[in-house]
């Protein structure tokens, strides 16, 4: 029986409830399920019954037939009795447990059950009455049960429906007659009649037995166990008891063990009590069932009574009109069809209208098939038939009929019956009618949106009738839609805890309907831990109405009200079942309340300041998750939290950590919410932690918050340890795998259970988990399948935390205990593929030729899926890149092969990882035969191809960008003892162009320099001086422009001699190295290059400390930097072969000049080879290793032109190689971008060898290993060489292409920063550059000049702009794509830079009272202040003096009065003057301190601020704004000065110039003073000696004020006073 695991918790829960007397479902001991038959279910059978035992889809469900047969005698056999032979069979879905051949046992236990119960003679059948002749003939009947669902009580199930199925068989009458023979004798012969109305039943039927089975659990037993029950069952017993209360059989199952003497006897007592109860319950049950549908209703399925709709059975002629269709339109549409896997049906009758007999062929296209029986809808009684077509009216034949099925039926319906195969072919008798069934079935169409989404998916198909020419069609289209309930809270659960007893608690429960299509949803209780307390919970709709279900329409939900009230103390579970009714396979969910109850209520001391529910979404097995968990201790105390999981956590593996407070963690994981995405767990386990003695990460051992290393968990299995797919070939890996798993299984990594929490403080728990991935056997391999557990947390006080030696689980009080539980779900899926074909066969493939075959890697799963492609082989060649694999999609993989030497039987394997699921690998045969039909092996004979060091004919360069060079080296080997031209041409390609290069021949025959070798060695030193390299000159000025000491050096390996190393041999190495070595005027002088010239070294300077001139960080890059000077970087005297004599005294020394010259240029040559990267790596261990890395390849990238432009690297077409020698090649692939047309992602070209000059006594070979001799030289064979790559775009933008600053000052700073984006998939280098202007030199950049971008992200490089000139700003910033040449932006910085004031004077406008007036030539009693502060870091001496006309451009705004009266300064020398001035001024008015041009524009800001607050009525920032203001504008804190000036400035000076006129004041830096300032009017008219009536209004006057020795910066203040008409003289 199907086999169910459960918890200890679980098991011990069910044990003490039945020992209890109560039932996790509700029922008593005794107590069976809910009954349910169905007869004469099938309509070729002589009887038929289906019984289901408990609810729909959630109980046992049994089909029976019974189909009886005429026998003939056969000796042996007894003489006068009938037979009836028994057969069970469970269908394999049924249970998973009985796929295959897993319900072998129990089919054969179960029908010899069956045939004991049926064939003794306690079965009470008349077996006597089934012989028809002794000794001649006999009834047969065959039993045949099938299984349908296993949920527990299957014998009892089995009994019920084959009890059902006899007492409604009904056998044919048999007429016996008795004729003579020849001889006489009488001979009995027998004739069954065939007629439906003259049938009889089996006798004796009516006393068969009905079977009790017992289950033990603990010291009691139940009756009629469910599932669960039978997973906690110790033993099992079988009773049949006859209707006579006689017990007719006992039959114990194969348990562990038996039951005792005592509880035997018990138990047979119960039995017979029971079964008389069970005998009136099946009265009753089958009394109903044949009253809801008789047996001729069920077969008979006439026209005329068949409860259908009116308009459904309008008549359709065919086109000659000899056949008829009834209830099949022309144009037909199934609307509302649910896509849950079952078929929908439609019946229709098809009748031949002509006299004599008639052939009609039936053919359907789509999900469409006909059926002439199905016992699913023979089972629809008449009833159920009128309501079971809902169908609209058509205004005339042409027209679409569109008709409904009711779900309510379908729902009833048996897919097995379904199943059957189809008619094809139909012959009618002459007016013949039948009665066919079409049956579609709506299949889901991959993963097209409108079935991710729910909505309706269109679907269509064709009938076609057709009797010789005549024929009739029917167009059918159906609109079907995915079925799909879901629930919030997603996790399923609702846990109430601290409950206390009286009070009632509420929660809110939501079932939503997610599809276009209406559903029917179910509640049941299916588990509770009290079923007298089950009343205290109520579910409630809107109308406060109790609700287990209802109907939902599309796109609805459905809010039900959970309302709980305690009444008991401790814990009360109550499981619910909420079933989708139109599609229980895939819509079935468990919800479960859970409540602990307490006399009192806690006080609270932790809260939770995340979300109470934790969803983690769509997950893919194999890749962490996370979710973060905060928690805050409200509490006085310290708080101890201790957690653990509860729940459905089968196939996940969790680990806890904590979050520190940076926010950094122990171990790494991916999430589904930041911008990296989630982490393969093979990679977050590689980048583990080390583990202390104790078991905790040393990384968090540290922190007093974590107390214990808690639980463990298993370790998933590494990248390169995991298991090829089931049935695929054992590989060596697969070995590897099989020892590592054992060795990992026993690995334990940290887990953290308890975290202590200080008062007032918060803490971060990261709860993070991985999915493992599936076995590809499981049923919902590929589908998410949902998973919801509980994460419970338990907090207690901490009694002394102090004490260290005290533990705080230790010190906890468990008597107070407060208790917190989170929900949590996770919707899982495993990805699988498929890929095919499983063999890959080129056939024959000719050496030198590409062959190609596609792989299909089909995504089985809804998750997207990635692949990569894993093999070993220099012949073929595929795509070894991650491919990513949409949902239910299909991928295409291409495998070359390029055989390149004869082999017969090659065979190599091809493995497609799946990398999330290991377990899914696929292992691909690859097989070929390789010939030589155009004999191009034959130049094996003669050389080789390398590539670097191992023998291939072709050459992969991976990645490669567009407008970008890469190269690649190809080493010919000559392997023959004679020298060899090979002529190399590259064809030309459409999306780029491969070159050829060679570098030149350094020596000839003699050992001497060649011309053009010579003439290499003297250009190269003056072309890299030229070039500026990046990796010295720029990175010099960069560190010594902000900071001119010396760094320390940090050792490190080096591949070639270092600058180290050579500074220890010169004679002239210094300790130190002066800065002003690499300044401008050096660089005109010498060059600084990466690898130094070894000659050079006389005259070289090295320090002991080079750090700060790094340069790279990884192993390969050279670390150190000399400076070369140009007289020393070449002798001037030639050596070449002509001037041996007069040179020779040079030629050793010379000699070796030229050779490190050039062998500098090949190991330069070999690092663009080996180094120079298309793919750019992404992690470093530091920005300055970023820096260093993406600077060389700068470098890298301007050594190839510097190496072609010197004349180093030479086209080559014609290859000389000596005898045994090896000439290396290099292949430089430069990919372009077409005009119109896309960039393709696969790059293929070839390169062309030819052999010149054979030699004549080497002979190729053939298959056959006889010689072939050639003939002319141009006949001689080509070789083809094939080139591919990956092409991709490199695409840079940047977010704001003109940043404009704004006004500034000189000498001001201000941060920018640029956003460079990443618009492609592949990771991009960038290189920011200046124009080198002098304005270029006010922008430095803080870090991250040169850096990475990974693929569709983006960095914001940070620089600061300090404009040293005034003027308009106006500097381009170019930012270069290292790896596409013609990718690069530009960025505009704008500002304008104005001079900054170097004094401030508060108030340009001095303003004398006007009552009373002042009277001519009469000093002022009144004095105003004059307040000026220096603005600088310097003493400034000022000069302020009246300013007499004329008047400036923007003088006083009106002219003088017509008395001609201005106002002249006076600065009194009485000091009580200056302070009755300040005096006053005080009392009546505040005097603001004298402000900055920083501190006004916070003040501006803050007014503007202020203003929307108000606006806003926020009154907490209204107050907070107003403080602000109030102290900027006090000069208190907040207000700064220019950040020039001292602390504490010394007094100002005033020096008195011109009758107190004019004043020289000093100020020091930051100081500020306050001038008195009086005035006295004066006439500047011609005095008439009359006195003006008219008083003049407002006299004016003016102040100069300015440097000693600045007379062009002047800044006036303007005099004004009222001024009475009498003048005095």
Sequence with gaps: MASLVLSPAEQDFITRGVEDGFRADGRGSLDRRQVTLRTNMISQANGSARCRMGHL?????????????????????????????????????????????????????????????????????????????????????HVDALVLDVKGGIIDALVWATRAALLSTKLPRVVVESIPDEDGNLQSEFDVVDDAEDQISVEGVNNLPL?????QIGKRYVVDASEQEEAATQARITVAVSPSMDICAVQKSGILRGFSSSLLTEI??????VAREEFSKFKDTFAAALSNQSPSEASTGTMTDNGLPANYSLLHPSAEQRFSVRGLPPRLHLDRIYMNGLHALVPFWLTNETGSELEISLSTQGPLKIQQHNPNWSAVSAAQRKTYLDVAPAASADEEVSMVCSATIQREFSEIFNQLDGEEQLVLEAHESVELVLLFIAHSKGSTSDVQSYEYVPFSGRIVFQADTDTYTVKLRASACKSVLDMDPPTSRIYVDDCVIGRTYERVLCVRNMSAIGLDWTMTVVETTDSESLSSLQLLDSNMQESTGGHLNARSDMRVLVRYTAHATGEFLCRFLIENSNDPANNTRYWVFRARVSQRQKPRRIELLSDPDISFGNCTSGVWYSRDISFKNISDTPVLLRFRVEGNTAGVTMRTAIRADNGSLPFEYGTSDSAQGPMPFEAAFSRRPSLGEDGISESVAATDEIISEGGSTEVAPADDSTPPSEGARTTESGRRFAARARAVHQHKTAMFDELLIKPGSVRTMVLALVGNPASSASVSAGQFGRQSFTLFCECSTVANVQNAQLPPSAASNERNVERLSIPCTVNMCTPFVRVSPALLDFGSVDVGTLKSLDLQVENLSQVAAVVQCKLESKVITCTRTPITIAPLQTVTVRVDIYPRRINARYRKQIIVRNIHNRFNDNVIEVRSTHVD??????????????????????????????????????NLQNVCRCPLNVEVVADTAEFGTVSVLTAVKLYDEDGYLTEESHQVARRLPLLERQAAMHSSIEKFKERTAGNSESVPVRPESRSLRSCAELASESSHASATLQPDMFIDKSI??????????????????????????????????????????????????????????????????ITAVKNEVLERASQILDEIVEKLDMAPQTLFSSPEDEDAYVRRQVDLHKYIDLLIESGFLQPAQKIELPPLGTRPIIVMLQPAEAADKPTPARFDANLYF??????????????????????????????????????????????????????????????????????????????IRKTGSIASGDIRFVNNRYGVVRGFDSRKVVFVFSPSLNGVYNEQISIANVLNARGGKYATLKAAVRRPSKFYIRSLRLDFAADPPLALNQLSAEVQLLAIKNMTAKTRRLVIKPLHAPFPADGPPAAVDQAGVVLEAQFPEDTSLAAKAATEMSSSAHIAPILDRETEEKIESLEQKLKIAIRKNRPEKIEKYRSKLAKLRSGGKGGKSTGQCEANPAAAQIQRLADNTQLAVELPPGSDISIPVAVVARSVGEATGQQSQEPVETARGMLAVHEEKDNDNVKVVTLTASVANKRIY
């Design 57 to 141: 889809n959630v109980g046992t469900d049994v089909l029976v037939g019974i189909k009886a047969e005429v026998n003939t005698w056969a000796p042996g056999e007894p003489d006068n009795v009938g037979s009836i032979v028994c057969n069970v069979e469970c269908s394999p879905s049924a249970a998973q447990e009985f796929e295959g051949r897993g319900a072998d046992e129990l089919n054969v236990e179960l029908t010899q059950l069956l045939d004991r119960i049926l064939n003794g003679p306690q079965s009470g059948i008349c077996l006597d009455k089934l012989c028809i002749i002794p000794k001649q003939a006999y009834w047969v009947l």
């Design 211 to 215: 079977t009790v089975t017992f289950n």
């Design 268 to 273: 047979l007592h119960t039995a017979c009590k």
């Design 933 to 970: 039909r155009r004999r191009v092996a034959y130049h094996n004979m003669f050389y080789h191809t390398l590539v670097p060091n191992n023998e291939q004919n072709f050459v992969d360069f991976g990645p490669v960008p567009v407008n970008s060079r890469s190269m690649r080296k190809i």
């Design 1084 to 1149: 005109e002088q010498g060059h600084v290059c990466l690898i130094p010239f070894m000659s050079s070294r006389r005259n070289v300077a090295l320090p002991a400390s080079l750090d700060y001139l790094d340069v790279a960080s990884v192993s390969y890059l050279h670390k150190h930097v000399v400076r070369i000077q140009e007289q020393n970087t070449l002798p001037k005297a030639p050596l070449f072969k002509s001037e041996e004599t007069t040179t020779k005294n040079h030629s050793v020394g």
């Design 1250 to 1327: 030819r052999l010149e000059d054979r030699p004549s006594h080497l002979q190729p070979y053939t298959e056959s290993a006889q010689a072939v001799p050639f003939g002319d030289v141009d006949q001689l064979p080509v070789r083809r060489f094939l080139i591919q790559a990956a092409l991709f775009n490199s695409e840079l933008e940047i977010g704001q292409k003109n940043i404009n600053v704004g006004n500034m000052q000189v000498d001001e700073s201000s941060r920018k920063y640029l956003v460079i984006q990443n618009r492609s998939e592949t990771p991009l280098m960038y290189a």
